[in-house]
Protein backbone atom coordinates (compact mmCIF):
# COMPACT_ATOMS: atom_id res chain seq x y z
CA UNK A 1 0.00 0.00 0.00
CA UNK A 2 3.09 2.41 0.42
CA UNK A 3 3.30 2.66 -3.17
CA UNK A 4 -0.63 3.58 -3.49
CA UNK A 5 0.66 6.69 -1.20
CA UNK A 6 3.44 7.48 -2.96
CA UNK A 7 1.21 8.03 -5.78
CA UNK A 8 -1.49 10.35 -4.02
CA UNK A 9 1.40 12.69 -2.96
CA UNK A 10 1.86 13.17 -6.82
CA UNK A 11 -1.55 13.91 -7.18
CA UNK A 12 -2.23 16.02 -4.48
CA UNK A 13 -0.06 18.62 -6.87
CA UNK A 14 -3.32 19.00 -9.36
CA UNK A 15 -6.04 16.95 -7.91
CA UNK A 16 -8.91 17.71 -10.53
CA UNK A 17 -6.67 17.40 -13.91
CA UNK A 18 -5.47 14.32 -13.20
CA UNK A 19 -9.07 12.65 -11.50
CA UNK A 20 -11.68 10.92 -13.03
CA UNK A 21 -15.29 12.43 -12.49
CA UNK A 22 -17.07 9.08 -11.41
CA UNK A 23 -21.28 8.60 -12.77
CA UNK A 24 -22.43 7.79 -9.38
CA UNK A 25 -22.41 10.44 -6.78
CA UNK A 26 -23.26 8.23 -4.45
CA UNK A 27 -19.74 6.86 -4.18
CA UNK A 28 -17.99 10.11 -4.43
CA UNK A 29 -17.03 12.76 -6.88
CA UNK A 30 -13.81 11.64 -8.33
CA UNK A 31 -11.48 8.81 -8.65
CA UNK A 32 -7.93 8.25 -9.05
CA UNK A 33 -6.76 4.73 -10.84
CA UNK A 34 -3.71 3.62 -8.94
CA UNK A 35 -2.61 -0.04 -11.07
CA UNK A 36 -5.42 -2.21 -10.36
CA UNK A 37 -6.76 -0.10 -6.94
CA UNK A 38 -9.15 3.18 -7.22
CA UNK A 39 -9.09 6.06 -4.80
CA UNK A 40 -12.90 7.66 -4.54
CA UNK A 41 -12.63 10.79 -3.16
CA UNK A 42 -14.50 14.50 -2.68
CA UNK A 43 -12.76 17.96 -2.79
CA UNK A 44 -14.27 20.45 -0.16
CA UNK A 45 -12.56 23.59 -0.57
CA UNK A 46 -9.30 22.92 -1.44
CA UNK A 47 -9.22 19.53 0.55
CA UNK A 48 -8.97 16.43 -0.45
CA UNK A 49 -11.14 13.78 1.12
CA UNK A 50 -10.41 10.17 0.67
CA UNK A 51 -13.42 8.05 0.78
CA UNK A 52 -12.38 4.99 -0.38
CA UNK A 53 -9.49 2.71 -1.03
CA UNK A 54 -9.56 -0.88 -2.96
CA UNK A 55 -9.80 -3.04 -5.46
CA UNK A 56 -11.25 -1.99 -9.19
CA UNK A 57 -13.12 -4.91 -8.82
CA UNK A 58 -14.96 -4.09 -6.14
CA UNK A 59 -14.86 -0.41 -4.83
CA UNK A 60 -17.72 0.17 -7.34
CA UNK A 61 -19.91 -2.47 -5.36
Request: aromatic content about 12%; hydrophobic content about 40%; cysteine-free.
Given at each position: ?10 F ?14 K ?21 VI ?12
Amino acid sequence: MKWIIDQLKVFRKDPISLAKKLTNPKLGTYRYKVGDYRVVFDIDNKTVIILRVGHRKTIYK
